[in-house]
């Protein structure tokens, strides 16, 4: 019996190590020479040796992912010390408003929780809005709010408002072609209404927070295979003095939190609905936002870091929102009154 557990760990151990966050199953499948009925009798026995795996589908294959528990820094890690400097914030992205798969109650619930945790800072990864694609004929109908002045207005008008949150965005590669089409730079306008919402850059932008170095970035073109690799390449290039200690990324509509390189890196999923593009190319759209607990020494550098990811389902999703504007109220509070 003994023996036989012992044969099985070991098998465990190597199939485990093999696995790779993002793998297709296919891969794994095509080098252990082995059936789907197999493989998932595979992922059993290695939750029976305690190694957390599931399969979560991405671009309509299915990869792994290994749940791997965050530890402490240090067992000997005090939160409580008065020496750590404790930051909760909130990170979202693409909320792309004016499209009619824009879901403002959600970005909503979230503002709220984050009233409620007590939280004062919200980081946007861009793709505020949707856009204007003029060479996109099909594009007109996937909105609901058409140019510049509609999609900026109700940015000022719409977009959660609450005493003592500041919202520090990013523009991203939806937000820019209102620039390309006319030099109309949306972050002038919404900046220059809303004094609670501080424009960063365009793409990329910085911002410190108790000295930890965080830096949002809204890369263009598609995702890759693995949900890391693009991230990873992006942090193998930065130099290590120049390095952030977090780095959010906005734009694939993706949900993935992983550390590399002492980076912490999140990929942050949209606040939208799947968009007709997505669901032509077979493409995952993953809808939620994190709160990140982060931990600090006097220097910024983290002791201990804890990404929470919040996730809607489809029942979370009003596919009239768009049409019916009239159904979602601007969440405002003031004097912790709503
Ligand atoms: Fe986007
Ligand atoms: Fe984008």
Redesign the pocket.
Known sequence: MEERKNIELSFVNKVYKYMKNGMSIETFMKKFNISEAELYGIIELCKIYGKDVTLEKYDDTLVFRKNIRRKRATSKLDLNSPKLIHNQICVVS?T?FGSIHNQLHLLNDVYEEAYNRGIKTVLHVG?VVDGNYPNRPENPRQQFLHGFDEQAGYVVDMYPEIEGINTYYIL?S?DETHYKNGMATINDWISRCRKDMIYLGQDTGEINIDKVKIVLDHPGGGSAQALSYKPQKRIEVLESHTKPKILLIG?Y?KSYSFSYRNVQCILVP?LCDKTQFQQKQGLYNALGAYFLDIYSDKNGNIEYFEPEEIVFGKEDIWNETGKDKSKVKKLEIKNSIY
């Open positions: 693409d792309h793709d991203g939806h734009h509509h949209a």
